[in-house]
């Protein structure tokens, strides 16, 4: 009976009647048509290679470079920034309780890490949480909205996610319904972080686009909207309209002016509004400021602030750059009480995010105050964080405008750079001779000749005609030195190479 197990049909073994090759039951032609629709270019073949050429690397191939540069993907540690001390001491401590009488630990962190465990069932941050989030937490984010907007937050309104990642895929699915001119469209700025595209193909909503002001600083034009939607009520039903702010992969920040623009424009189209705002702590550009939707929309008076609105924020990026943690949380504002009901038994379904996430989130929202011990510290630390990332910003694009055959908008916000190139006509018919999108083409030859991986606008999404790529502005300024002068004798030589 022993040698019968795990190598017959009824174990999946890999033959059948009579030793016949067994059929596969999951093949590329029966699989999930959706999931085959689903691309996600940041995590793409062009990442997927660097690896490999890291691998090479490390075997001691020759290259023409000693090292790969991943600049496709905003992980600030991956590159080289420092955790916040305040924020690991706090996670350290809940993970490590009998720690909490260590007076090597600051007195206010300790405080936190007894307050967050307080919360937990069991005293543990490895018990499950509710699914919507440790209560404790939600009502500092709370607190911490209502700081921010000088309006009230219900923590009741608080979901603590995965990432903000999948407190976005959430709010998705429960828009999609419908087929023909009833399907759900969402309205995605192009260019766009991929996930709104991936997560519309995977649950077989209609991905409306509306194109971003590439000349006006990647402005938000309502001129724009109104076509876009417009159009798109040919042929499905527009219901959610998504916004980032500040920009990604596009790096603009949205003047207070264009916020109150949108809102009345979705009132007005009646869209349910999805605002992206995980970058909310990286401003960098003189003039700029974050503007959230939900005070911009409550001080827009009674007419705007029952609007359906979620806005989304995330441990991975600000000063932060906590990625690996996977913390982020979402604010529903006037959802529908039985549509928070079935929200609440969705999230149910994946029992709770990462304790630890929640845990890091409320370091974010819940951070030291002056007059306690860690305050000086982490301000000095956060402060260096950003400021070096706003001269980064600022070095990243002048470098890309001098450069002739690139130019580049001012990075205003984030983490990224959108530079566009102007490709040779010879460059572009060489891609399409090898079934590559051109953009594709230069970005896999800058890493094969360079050792520098970056996103191709094609995979964000671009007008017709126009060619970009993503790179993070994250690389520490003595690699980021080296990335621009590999990426400049690059250029030169590839423009030179396929001259018309």
């Given amino acids: 009976m022993s040698s019968h197990l795990g190598n017959g049909p009824q174990n999946g073994g890999p033959t059948g009647p009579a030793g016949q090759t067994r059929a596969k039951v999951l093949t590329i032609d029966s699989m999930n048509p959706l999931v085959k629709k689903v691309e996600y270019a940041v995590r793409g073949p062009i990442v997927a290679r660097a690896t490999e050429l890291e691998k090479e690397l490390e075997k001691g191939v020759p290259k023409p470079f000693k090292q790969v540069i991943k600049a496709n993907i905003g992980d600030a540690h991956a590159m080289g920034q420092k955790p916040i001390t305040f924020l690991r001491q706090v996670i350290s401590l809940c993970v490590?309780?009998?720690?909490?009488?260590?007076?090597?630990?600051?007195?206010?962190?300790?405080?936190?890490?007894?307050?967050?465990?307080?919360?937990?069932?069991?005293?543990?941050?490895?018990?499950?949480?509710?699914?919507?989030?440790?209560?404790?937490?939600?009502?500092?984010?709370?607190?911490?909205?209502?700081?921010?907007?000088?309006?009230?937050?219900?923590?009741?309104?608080?979901f603590l996610s995965?990432?903000?990642?999948?407190?976005?895929?959430?709010?998705?699915?429960?828009?999609?319904?419908?087929?023909?001119?009833?399907?759900?469209?969402?309205?995605?700025?192009?260019?766009?972080?991929?996930?709104?595209?991936?997560?519309?193909?995977?649950?077989?909503?209609?991905?409306?686009?509306?194109?971003?002001?590439?000349?006006?600083?990647?402005?938000?034009?309502?001129?724009?909207?109104?076509?876009?939607?417009?159009?798109?009520?040919?042929?499905?039903?527009?219901?959610?309209?998504?916004?980032?702010?500040?920009?990604?992969?596009?790096?603009?920040?949205?003047?207070?002016?264009?916020?109150?623009?949108?809102?009345?424009?979705?009132a007005r189209e009646h869209l349910f509004l999805m605002a992206d705002e995980v970058y909310q702590d990286n401003i960098y550009a003189e003039g700029c400021a974050f503007h959230s939707f939900k005070k911009t929309m409550m001080e827009l008076g009674p007419e705007y602030s029952t609007l359906e609105l979620a806005s989304f924020h995330s441990t991975s990026k600000g000063y932060m750059g906590e990625c690996g943690f996977r913390g982020g949380y979402m604010e529903v504002i006037n959802m529908d009480p039985q549509v928070k009901l079935q929200l609440k038994k969705l999230v149910s379904t994946k029992l709770c995010p990462p304790v630890s996430g929640q845990a890091t989130m409320d370091c974010v929202v819940n951070p030291p105050q002056p007059g306690e011990p860690s305050y000086e510290s982490f301000i000095k630390e956060k402060t260096a964080v950003l400021k070096s990332l706003a001269e980064r910003a600022k070095l990243v694009a002048e470098t890309f405008n001098s450069i002739e055959g690139v130019t580049c908008n001012t990075v205003q916000g984030a983490m990224y750079a959108f530079p566009r190139i102007a490709l040779p006509q010879r460059a572009v018919e060489k891609a399409k001779s090898l079934g590559q999108a051109p953009d594709g083409f230069y970005a896999l030859q800058l890493l094969e000749q360079a050792g520098i991986c970056v996103v191709p606008g094609s995979g964000f999404g671009q007008r017709e005609g126009t060619y970009h790529f993503r790179t993070t502005i994250l690389p520490q300024p003595d690699k980021l030195k080296i990335f621009m002068d590999a990426f400049t004798a690059f250029h030169n030589k590839f423009m030179k190479e396929y001259a018309d």
């Avoid at 069932?121 to 937490?137: A, M």
């Avoid at 209609?206 to 109104?226: F, G, M, S, T």
């Fill in 96 to 158: 490590n309780p009998d720690l909490l009488n260590n007076e090597s630990f600051p007195a206010d962190a300790r405080e936190r890490a007894r307050r967050i465990l307080q919360g937990c069932k069991g005293g543990s941050l490895g018990s499950y949480s509710d699914s919507v989030g440790v209560e404790v937490i939600r009502k500092d984010i709370a607190a911490y909205i209502e700081r921010r907007d000088g309006f009230p937050s219900d923590p009741d309104n608080i």
């Fill in 162 to 266: 995965t990432g903000a990642s999948d407190a976005i895929k959430n709010m998705v699915k429960l828009m999609v319904r419908g087929s023909g001119r009833d399907q759900t469209g969402v309205m995605i700025p192009i260019p766009q972080y991929p996930l709104y595209s991936a997560v519309t193909a995977e649950l077989n909503a209609v991905q409306v686009n509306y194109y971003l002001d590439e000349d006006n600083n990647w402005a938000l034009d309502i001129a724009e909207l109104e076509r876009s939607v417009k159009e798109a009520r040919q042929h499905c039903t527009p219901r959610v309209l998504c916004v980032i702010n500040p920009g990604n992969p596009t790096g603009q920040v949205l003047s207070k002016e264009n916020v109150r623009e949108i809102i009345k424009f979705a």
